[in-house]
């Protein structure tokens, strides 16, 4: 159901990735595994936020973080080679913000960066710096803006990974 409903998202089929995300949440809720329930708020947030849905976005993404643990979860980053929870901490931050809790969101970005900082795939580092720039971007911060994004290229380059340098 993950993998089918990133694939729905990534084409923009925001009504049949919304639609997973519910089957995702539902099935993780009956497992009551808290990573799959991470995933599945991450998930759920993920298609919200592209529908312009924020404030339903955000409280998905808030209960991710609240089940969030990055010592417990970090065997999910060296087996999918990504952390649901940096993710909800990275989209917390951007709905918080358009929803005008600018400090929350920084907090947001600031944690994300740590914990990525913490995990055994740089490639989540990338994820964090990249998904941080918009905050401080929008809050007209130019030197950490950069300073986050050149970070971002730095490590994206070393990776050899085109998607997330263009990101």
């Known amino acids: 159901l993950r993998g089918l409903w990133n694939n729905h998202l990534m084409r923009v089929e925001l009504t049949a990735a919304k639609d997973l995300a519910v089957q995702l949440r539902a099935a ?18 993920s298609g919200l936020m592209a529908l312009g849905e924020h404030r339903e976005a955000n409280a998905c993404f808030q209960r991710g973080i609240a089940l969030y ?45 740590e914990i990525a900082r913490t995990l055994p795939t740089p490639f989540t580092l990338v994820i964090a710096l990249a998904n941080t720039t918009p905050v401080y971007q929008c809050r007209r911060e130019i030197e950490l803006t950069l300073a986050c994004a050149e970070e971002a290229i730095r490590i994206a380059d070393r990776l050899g990974m085109v998607q997330l340098r263009a990101w």
């Open 28 to 45: 993780a809720e009956e497992s009551g595994d808290s990573e799959r329930r991470l995933v599945a708020e991450r998930a759920a947030g």
């Open 69 to 113: 643990d990055p010592d417990r979860h970090r065997h999910y980053v060296r087996r999918y080679g990504e952390d649901p929870g940096i993710w909800c901490y990275a989209y917390a931050a951007w709905t918080d913000d358009w929803l005008g809790h600018r400090d929350r969101a920084l907090d947001e970005t600031r944690r994300a960066i």
